[in-house]
Every structure is written in C-alpha cells, then in structure tokens.
C-alpha cells in the first residue's frame, strides 16, 4: 500500500506531548540542532522521568549497562562519565533507574540553560490536538492553549490492558491491581497472603523485587501463556560482536541462520549482532511474515532480547529457590471474587486440565499496551476520531511510515504531527529501549531542524 505525504512543512515551534525519555530527549536534541523553539508538556509532577524513571527503589536497576545508555548517540560515554563522577558505577554497571531518571533530568536544565528563551516546560495535560492548515493547535486541561509548526506524540508506555477474564469481573481495587505502578500494591499484605502476578516479563520482575523490599513473606505466584521469564545478561561486559552483514535469510531460515551462529558465539552474542539490522529487517519483512512471528516468536524473542541484570537474576533465582515465587504456564480460563480474595481457574500449558488457584491481590503484569482500541487515554480517542492517526497493522499502537510520521485514516503521512518511542512499535519494532530511542529522537530532530526534508529518508 502506498502512503501520501502532505507537503514538508516550515518548522520554527515544536510542541512535545509528554516528558518521559522520548520526549525529553527530543526537546534536547532539537536545541542541540539548534532548531526550532520548544514547548514540552508532561501531565506527571515530574519532567525527564517517565514511567521508567520515576521508581525510587534502589532495587530496580536499568537493564542495560551504563557503556550504552549516554542519551546522546554523537557522545557514547556521556551517561558513563556522568555516572563516574558520582561515584555511582562505571561502565559494566547496571545503574539505578532512578539515577538515570536524575541524569536526564540534569541533562534537560543543561541544554535548557545553553539555549535560552527557547525551550518552555508545561506541567499540563494535553486534552486535544487540532489541525489547521499549516498550525497544530493543543488544548490543555487547564484552559489554555499551544499552537505549533509539529506536534510531536512522545506518550511512552500506556498502563497495561485488562487481561480478558478480568475486562468484566469487576473486581474491588484491593483485590486487583490494573497498573502496577498507579499505587502501592504492596500496602495491606500479611505473609500468609498469596499474591497472583499475571505475566511473567519485565514487570513481573520488577514487582517481585519490590515485595521483597517491603519484606512480604507470603507467597508468589507469576502466571503467563508460556511461563518464559528474562534471560540473564553475562555476568562480565562482552566486547561489542563483530560486524556481520544483514542477514539475508527470513522467517525460519533466520531462526536456523541464529541458532547455528549460537552455537559457535553463543546466544546472546548471536542476537546482538542482529542488533543494528532488527529495524530495517521488520520495515521490509512482509506483513504474513511479521504475523508468524509475532505468533510463534515474540514471547521467545522478547525474553533473550530483553535481559536482566546478573544481579537482579541472582535475587529472582534466590525467591525461587526458597519456594516463595512459582512460575506457572497456563491459560486463564475464568475469575471470581471469593472470600475477600480472588479465585482464578486455569488450564496449565499443553493439557485440557482445569486447575485454581486462590489469591489475596491479583497483580496486572502483562506490559505496556499501545492498542489504540482498548486505550483508556481520552488524547488517543479523540485523534482517532478525528481521522489523525489509525492503528498501526499489529495494534501495538500508532500508524506511522519511517520518518515517525502519523499516518490517518486516508492513508496519508502528516509531517506536522510524529511519534516517538514505544508507540511506534508497529512500525519499528525495536524501539523501546535507550539505544534505539536515542537513534530516532536525533533522526527526527535533525528532520525538524532543517528547512528541507528528504524524501525517501527513513530512521
């Protein structure tokens, strides 16, 4: 299908829906390419800090060490030599994320202070988005208004979607967490309680570590389709893979290509080195190939992709090993409320049993959701319904072509209103971590910045 693209536009004012990293890093970046003036809009308490960022447990770490989390990609050791200095690691680090939530922070006021005048920071909510001509027109719940050249979506990681059995079972608030990080959902346990975690991810990991820094005794239950949790990045820094050349080979000839490559490299640094091709591999791959593998690979994918730090496994392995965190593949069949608790019946992976199990709070760790049709964000509507963006093709979140353009519903590319970051996950596929955020905020902005634009020229 081929998309229409309205004429580039003339850029002098951008404004960017939300201050998490996409966002912030995007207003950076602009400054730095000496761009057009900034407005930044972020509803939370707090700029430069974002979901991720904002957690004050010294026990939830970056999943990444510090040699390749600078924000800036033109300056690789930006984030090492600001970590060093404050004696809070080194390069094989995996840093706290709420240090990197302060780095960011710092970051913004620097480049703020550097260019003066031109960047605006609103503590605000986006309430709509109006397209005029040549003006982007937002509307504030606080009244107000902004009008732009751009608008740039950098929304992050919406909270997670109500697994089916639970979209209906209307649940007390006590019982059942929807979002893991919209409250304390540690407050109230005792440790006779069992708590259900549902998903087995990134976020599982991150709830249990603050159970266990709340000191809960009780037991763990984390329950998931195929019960697959996070492999565990090496416990030394390996040296960056050689380069190899995209790989030619798709579908299940590439998973055979990287299972022999594992063997002689091993596993992790057979997926690293397809670290600069995933992008470019996904835009080009077909749309029945993409399904395959989101069918069939995409849990497996995501938990050697996406690792853990070695200490973080450690204490994962250690509630484990004590009995008190059970993994569990399965299917949920139905829930209901029971003696001040919730009941859930399952069917465990790859059997017709029926089997329960009883819980004190049931937790929501399924991950961040984007699909625009099951979104509770009133923005998101009400640009669908105006026609200004669609879902994209697998419902991860926001139609867009390569440029981080918005696509609406007539199948036409708007340059005055982008995405960015995990929202553009359709599209992109890898682009919900540092490395590749970084890459496409600078690719935007160096876009923004200019008088011209390239056709044909993608992330």
Not at 198 to 210: E, H, K, P, S, Y
Not at 337 to 354: A, C, E, F, K, M
Not at 418 to 424: I, K, R, V
Request: hydrophobic share 40%; proline share 7%; with cysteine.
């Amino acid at each position: 299908m081929t998309t229409t693209r309205l004429s580039p536009p003339a850029i002098e004012h951008v404004a960017i829906i939300g201050a998490g990293f996409s966002g912030t890093l995007q207003a950076i970046n602009l400054l730095r390419h000496d761009g057009p003036r900034v407005t930044l809009i972020e509803r939370r308490e707090a700029f430069a800090r974002g979901v991720a960022y904002s957690t004050p447990s010294p026990a939830h770490l970056l999943n990444v060490r510090a040699s390749n989390m600078s924000a800036l990609p033109d300056d690789p050791d930006h984030f090492v030599r600001w970590l060093v200095a404050r004696g809070a690691g080194n390069p094989q680090s995996f840093a706290l994320r709420r240090d990197y939530g302060l780095y960011l922070g710092e970051l913004l006021e620097a480049t703020r202070a550097a260019a003066p005048g031109r960047l605006a920071m609103r503590r605000d909510a986006a309430a709509e988005i109006r397209h005029a001509g040549d003006r982007m027109t937002i509307g504030l719940d606080s009244g107000e208004s902004v009008t732009a050249d751009a608008v740039v979506l950098a929304l992050g990681n919406l909270p997670p979607h109500d697994p089916p059995a639970f979209a209906d079972a209307a649940l007390p608030p006590d019982c059942y967490i929807r979002d893991p990080w919209s409250t304390d959902f540690t407050e109230g346990l005792t440790d006779e309680d069992i708590v259900l975690i549902i998903g087995t991810g990134l976020t599982m990991i991150d709830v249990v570590l603050t159970l266990e820094a709340s000191g809960f005794g009780g037991r763990i239950v984390a329950l998931s389709r195929h019960g697959l949790v996070p492999r565990t990045h090496d416990e030394a820094m390996m040296p960056p893979p050689a380069p190899a050349e995209k790989p030619a080979e798709t579908g299940s000839a590439l998973l055979r290509l990287i299972r022999n490559h594992a063997e002689l490299v091993g596993w992790r640094a057979a997926i690293d080195e397809l670290r600069p091709y995933t992008q470019a591999m996904w835009l080009s791959a077909p749309v029945e190939e993409q399904k395959r593998f989101l069918r069939h690979l995409h849990a497996w994918w995501d938990v050697h992709r996406h690792r853990i730090a070695p200490q973080v496994a450690e204490q994962i392995y250690a509630v484990r090993r004590s009995g008190r965190l059970e993994i569990v593949a399965g299917k949920i069949d139905d829930v209901a409320l029971r003696d001040g608790g919730v009941t859930i019946g399952y069917r465990p992976r790859h059997t017709n049993r029926h089997e329960t199990i009883g819980a004190r709070r049931v937790i929501n760790c399924t991950g961040p959701q984007g699909d625009l049709l099951r979104t509770r964000e009133p923005l998101l509507h009400l640009l669908m319904a105006a026609g200004l963006i669609r879902p994209d093709r697998h419902r991860f979140g926001i139609d867009v072509n390569a440029q981080a353009e918005t696509i609406g519903v007539q199948d036409i590319a708007n340059p005055r209103l982008l995405a960015l970051g995990s929202m553009t996950r359709g599209t992109f596929w890898e682009i919900v971590a540092v490395p590749d955020i970084r890459v496409q905020t600078w690719a935007v902005a160096r876009r923004l910045s200019n008088a011209h634009w390239v056709e044909g020229e993608g992330l």
